[in-house]
């Protein structure tokens, strides 16, 4: 599973790639560095009712707000 985190910053900027984003899987909204909000396509929030889908465990989301935070103190974003 592909967890996107984008600031909320980046959020404000524009609602096309954390839509593309959404296509491979949960978008994580930080604010303060912090998750806010998760995102998921309405494919996805239905499969979660049918429990055929697994949303990402906050240890996931966590480590990926991390990498996220990583790669732009590297500057690899």
């Known amino acids: 599973m592909v ?5 909320s910053r980046e959020s404000n900027q524009g609602y096309s790639k954390i839509a593309k984003a959404s296509e491979l899987g ?5 604010y303060h560095g912090r998750p806010r909000y998760v995102i998921l396509k ?3 929030y239905t499969a979660v ?8 465990t906050e240890d996931e989301i966590l480590a990926a707000v ?12």
């Open 49 to 56: 009712k049918d429990g055929t889908y697994r949303l990402p």
């Open 42 to 44: 309405y494919e996805d």
């Open 3 to 7: 967890i996107s985190v984008f600031t």
């Open 26 to 30: 949960p978008v994580v909204i930080t």
């Open 66 to 77: 991390q990498r996220s935070r990583e790669a732009r103190l590297s500057g690899a974003c």
